[in-house]
T-cell receptor, first 112, second 114 residues
Framework: SQQGEEDPQALSIQEGENATMNCSYKTSINNLQWYRQNSGRGLVHLILIRSNEREKHSGRLRVTLDTSKKSSSLLITASRAADTASYFC????????????FGKGTKLSVKP | DAGVIQSPRHEVTEMGQEVTLRCKPISGHNSLFWYRQTMMRGLELLIYFNNNVPIDDSGMPEDRFSAKMPNASFSTLKIQPSEPRDSAVYFCASSTGQGRETQYFGPGTRLLVL
């Protein structure tokens, strides 16, 4: 069953604007991860935020986590055409299972 | 490091044929994952191994699918017989530990079953 659900499904912005994508999940988590997938390629890990963290930065990326609302957001600042890709959140539960469960992704299009 | 290596990158076959997809995980990683991605269903976990042992195969669609990991550096996903609905992109990923942290994905195998 799907754990993470991204919102919106698609987002189109102009270069230089900020892009915000949201992820909601259902059960308790140890961590939440964001991945990027360029067209025709495999997924690439962007950032991991642990359940005891509220905010994390990596370059132009900012991730927040609200465990009370079971939600996370990914903000890409000063977007570039090269940021055009699909973005997925992935979670794993607190048990012994090692697998990640991915959402269906947000398709971001950054127009030059 | 070469990253996760998958072969073939593209496969076109006819319904009923056997298809074998191959994966070489990153050296030192002890968890390996097979995923399937389609437009309709998104990214689905098929099976994952830890220390070469299958841990969870509940995502394997049916008996036509089988996966093996004979050693730490090689895994196969086999479909026999293949059907048109198996057409998808199949990804292999590897991770340290039990996959609790970052997963590293291969480039995928794009399978088309006619």
């Amino acid at each position: 069953s799907q754990q993470g659900e991204e919102d919106p499904q698609a987002l189109s912005i102009q270069e230089g604007e900020n892009a915000t994508m949201n992820c909601s999940y259902k059960t308790s988590i140890n961590n939440l991860q964001w991945y990027r997938q360029n067209s025709g390629r495999g997924l690439v890990h962007l950032i991991l935020i642990r359940s005891n963290e509220r905010e994390k930065h990596s370059g132009r990326l900012r991730v927040t986590l609200d465990t009370s609302k079971k939600s996370s957001s990914l903000l890409i600042t000063a977007s570039r055409a090269a940021d055009t890709a699909s973005y997925f959140c992935a979670t794993r539960g607190g048990g012994s299972q090692g697998n990640l469960i991915f959402g269906k992704g947000t398709k971001l299009s950054v127009k030059p | 490091d070469a990253g996760v290596i998958q072969s073939p990158r593209h496969e076109v076959t006819e319904m009923g044929q056997e298809v074998t997809l191959r994966c070489k995980p990153i050296s030192g990683h002890n968890s390996l994952f097979w995923y399937r991605q389609t437009m309709m269903r998104g990214l689905e976990l098929l099976i994952y191994f830890n220390n070469n042992v299958p841990i969870d195969d509940s995502g394997m669609p049916e008996d036509r699918f089988s996966a093996k990991m004979p050693n730490a550096s090689f895994s196969t996903l086999k479909i026999q017989p293949s059907e048109p609905r198996d057409s998808a992109v199949y990804f292999c990923a590897s991770s340290t530990g039990q996959g609790r942290e970052t997963q590293y994905f291969g480039p995928g195998t794009r399978l088309l079953v006619l």
